[in-house]
């Protein structure tokens, strides 16, 4: 079945410091999306990405397609108390369902 | 716009009961979408819906059933819980956009304990 591998499993960093965390997949995808979910929150839509290789910003987020639509990876500069939660991709399978997995997420730990 | 709403937000089963969560969008999506998340893990897809009337197993869909009348409406039942089925559940709807699938917007969730 599809695997959708995410890494890491939960990071911590001080206030300040950059964060990324990895989606990888086993198989080709037709798109991926981001989402963030907080503490005790549903998950909320960031961003999607369909071109290989596509780049996309927004503020200290920066998130890349892979060229081989593969990975795809979110990075976030100069990380602050407000970017604690946990992040996920989610992927559209290529085989003409309309089905969106997840993956396991990435949990991040600000210190203040 | 509400956009999507879960009822109830929180419930206590006994093994064997049976329960149906309710879920409703009103931003007219196509796609509708039923996930459960255990304590500390990621979001498991169960069913999903791609307009009314037509409906489809995802990852985990023992135990559990669902119907699609109405664009709006997309209950997921459970006939015979389960302490497995001891979760978060979250409903989620979407629209298409030029390229494939659009953003997916999530209900607050129903907490769910099966005893």
């Known amino acids: 079945g599809q695997q959708v591998m995410q890494i890491p499993q939960y990071q911590h960093v001080q206030e300040g410091e950059d964060f990324t965390t990895y989606c990888n997949s086993s198989?080709?995808?037709?798109?991926i999306q981001w989402y963030k979910q907080r503490p005790g929150g549903h998950p909320v839509f960031l961003i999607q990405?369909?071109?290989?290789?596509e780049v996309k910003k927004q503020k200290r987020l920066t998130f890349q397609f892979g060229e081989a639509k593969k990975n795809s990876s979110l990075h976030i500069t100069a990380t602050q108390t407000t970017d604690v939660g946990t992040y996920f991709c989610?992927?559209?399978?290529?085989?003409?369902?309309?089905?969106?997995?997840f993956g396991s997420g990435t949990r991040l730990l600000v210190r203040p | 716009n509400a956009g999507v709403t879960q009822t109830p937000k929180f419930r206590i089963l006994k093994i064997g009961q049976s329960m149906t969560l309710q879920c409703a969008q009103d931003?007219?999506?196509?796609?509708m979408y039923w996930y459960r998340q255990d304590p500390g893990m990621g979001l498991k897809l169960i069913y999903y819906?791609?307009?009314?009337?037509?409906?489809d197993k995802g990852e985990v869909p023992n135990g559990y059933n669902v119907s699609r009348s109405t664009t709006e409406d997309f209950p997921l039942r459970l006939e015979l819980a389960a302490p497995s089925q001891t979760s978060v559940y979250f409903c989620?709807?979407?629209?298409?956009?030029?390229?494939?699938?659009?953003?997916?917007?999530f209900g607050p969730g129903t907490r769910l304990l099966v005893l």
């Open positions: 989620a709807s979407g629209g298409s956009l030029a390229g494939g699938f659009g953003p997916q917007y």
């Open positions: 198989t080709t995808l037709s798109n």
């Open positions: 990405l369909v071109k290989s290789g």
């Open positions: 989610a992927v559209v399978l290529m085989d003409s369902s309309y089905k969106l997995i």
């Open positions: 931003m007219n999506h196509n796609y």
């Open positions: 819906s791609v307009g009314a009337g037509i409906t």
